[in-house]
């Protein structure tokens, strides 16, 4: 037995747990590690947080420069290997009526905990059984959050016979939790950042930090999220919310929280949900809802992704933790979003200018949907023994070269709805390895047009922004399509991202063009004789709004009216040359263009 078993066993036997089962649960990022404890019909949780552990915390009275030297820790202000911290806090969160555990036993000095059992009902796993419980969940968060910050705290909080004083969250921790995105994330594209690209990085968030003074500062419990919110129905009012994993609360701006919830680097909180659960919190926090918060909304989520990006590389490549690299991408996607508020512009360009890759390395969308349902009439003779997606093109069908381009963006599903020749195209797709996993929307019975099509493959297409292709669109790039399009997608201002072709730069379309486009990037129907551009049959969707459709054969257009209405749909150019292969002549031409 160690020795640390050793002191365990004595702490829980001078507790009266020493009989207790044990269960080891999975650890996170911390040196922090916990037990379920089962003592008859008695639960409890176990915390072993070992004092040398980790680096010092922040003394008092410490300098910037003397946290510097200190390490980590103290410059971020952590509380590193004081356990009194989550003491501390625990009770005064308990004290205004917050579900924080109760401590049961504890021996500071060893790092022992003795924890009351919040339950099995994490938000996460809650979710994970029941996703229609999603908005009713994060808006009881939501109003946690909120009657935390109206709360009043102390800085000096005790706990037994140690105090622990909460730290402002201030510029020098903003700033070095901020760093980790230098530090670790860009050095692991083997980059290395000039001296003069550092600087302005340091002179851009100079001028960002001072919009989050426009609001008081609260208790940020610095880790509210899905995996540390129980759900505890039973409990009234924000009791209903437990809460765990607070000792490194500071004092902070009323938005950190707010991100670390909506922003969550483990699950995705449906994109529809953030505008209304950021003007609920407002309310419920007693603070205007205007552009000055949702800038410095902006500035937390910014300054907050950036750390988590440089803490899981640094987790993966100096910890042995490599799982942490399948976030990335998630986090990634949170920043780029960040990123494209009016206030973040300069760190964007900064970002876009010395580490590109973040905008390109984790792709934005990983499903896509086929639109390979149609009977292919134009098509025929090519199409009397096969559909439409299996006429090829160079030697490999259309709907090959459909998931190759999709496979070099990084999509890893595609669903395939079929009706012609159905059983030959599926054969195929079963002998593919270009994609990690293809389904079928089947569409046998009845066809659907591309608008019922979509709607019948919701269930199938999950709730995340997916590519919607047509099956007859092929081209020749000078710049990777698909990625420009995950680059220019924002799902906070759109509905519908359509691929757009210049009719000069066209083959097999005869047509007048489709739409015109907007300097902001909006795109407006053709009104008259004519428009420059024609769509060039992929896009990118929000598929919330399909939803609102039933399944009967419709064309996508009628989708497309809705988000045209609200100013919804945008468009991007083609960098390259576009080819509409919808009969035998046009499939000759584009071969002859690809391949001479």
């Not at 009439?377 to 490999?396: C, I, Y």
């Amino acid at each position: 037995m160690s020795d640390r078993e050793t002191q365990i066993t004595a702490f829980l036997k001078g507790a009266g747990w020493d009989e207790a089962a044990r269960h080891k649960l999975p650890g996170d990022a911390s040196t922090r590690r916990y037990e379920k404890l089962t003592l008859g019909s008695k639960k409890a949780i176990l915390m072993d947080a070992p004092k040398g552990a980790e680096a010092p915390s922040e003394p008092e009275g410490a300098t910037p420069d003397m946290r510097t030297k200190l390490g980590y820790n103290a410059l971020a202000r952590l509380a590193g290997p004081n356990p009194e911290a989550f003491a501390a806090i625990a009770k005064e969160l308990k004290m205004r009526g917050f579900s924080a555990p109760a401590i049961m036993a504890q021996e500071q000095e060893q790092g022992f905990m003795l924890l009351e059992d919040l339950g099995s009902d994490l938000f996460a796993r809650v979710l994970e059984a029941e996703p229609g419980k999603e908005l009713q969940l994060y808006k009881a968060a939501v109003d946690t959050l909120g009657a935390i910050y109206r709360s009043s705290f102390p800085a000096k909080m005790h706990s037994g016979a140690k105090d622990w004083r909460v730290r402002d969250y201030d510029r020098y921790a903003l700033q070095a939790e901020a760093n980790l995105f230098l530090d670790w994330f860009g050095a692991d594209f083997d980059k290395e950042i000039s001296k003069s690209a550092k600087t302005n990085w340091y002179k851009i968030w100079d001028k960002l930090w001072p919009l989050l003074d426009k609001h008081p500062s609260g208790l940020a419990l610095r880790d509210f999220h899905a995996e540390n919110l129980f759900w505890l129905p039973r409990r009234q009012s924000v009791a209903r919310v437990g809460l765990i994993d607070f000792q490194d609360g500071l004092f902070a701006h009323p938005a950190y929280d707010l991100v670390s919830l909506l922003e969550d680097a483990r699950r995705d909180v449906a994109l529809e949900m953030h505008a209304p659960l950021i003007r609920r919190f407002c309310d419920k926090a007693g603070l205007k809802h205007d552009d000055d918060f949702l800038s410095a909304y902006a500035v937390m989520g910014a300054q907050r992704n950036a750390k988590i990006l440089g803490i899981f590389v640094r987790l993966a490549k100096r910890d042995g933790k490599p799982h942490y690299r399948d976030l990335i991408p998630r986090v990634a996607q949170h920043f780029i979003r960040d990123l494209s508020h009016p206030a973040l512009a300069e760190l964007r360009e900064w970002v876009e200018t010395y580490l590109p890759e973040t905008f390109t390395r984790y792709p934005q969308i990983k499903t896509a949907m086929i639109m390979a349902a149609g009977h292919g009439t134009r098509m025929r003779p090519l199409t009397n023994d096969r559909s439409k997606a299996m006429v090829e093109v160079g030697g490999q069908p259309l709907i090959g070269h459909m998931l190759d381009r999709l496979n070099e963006a990084g999509v890893k599903k595609a669903v395939v709805n079929v009706h012609a020749h159905a059983d030959h195209l599926e054969q195929y797709l079963k002998t593919q390895s270009n994609l990690a996993a293809a389904d079928i929307s089947d569409e046998r019975e009845a066809l659907l047009e591309t608008g019922g099509g979509l709607v019948k493959a919701l269930p199938l297409l999950g709730s995340d922004p997916v590519f919607i292709c047509n099956i007859d669109a092929v081209w020749q790039e000078n710049t990777p399509v698909l990625q420009a399009m995950m680059q220019v997608w924002d799902a906070a201002k759109m509905d519908d991202l359509l691929l757009l072709a210049p009719i000069q730069q066209t083959l097999g379309y005869h047509g007048k063009g489709d739409f015109s486009l907007d300097p902001d990037g909006r795109i407006k129907r053709r009104d008259g004789d004519s428009a420059p551009y024609v769509y060039a049959g992929v896009q990118i969707a929000r598929l919330e709004p399909a939803r609102a459709f039933k399944i009967e054969p419709f064309s996508r257009n009628k989708m497309w009216d809705v988000s045209l209405s609200k100013r919804r749909a945008f468009g991007v150019v083609l960098d390259g040359f576009w080819m509409h292969v919808g009969d035998p002549k046009a499939r000759d031409e584009a071969e002859a263009k690809l391949y001479v």
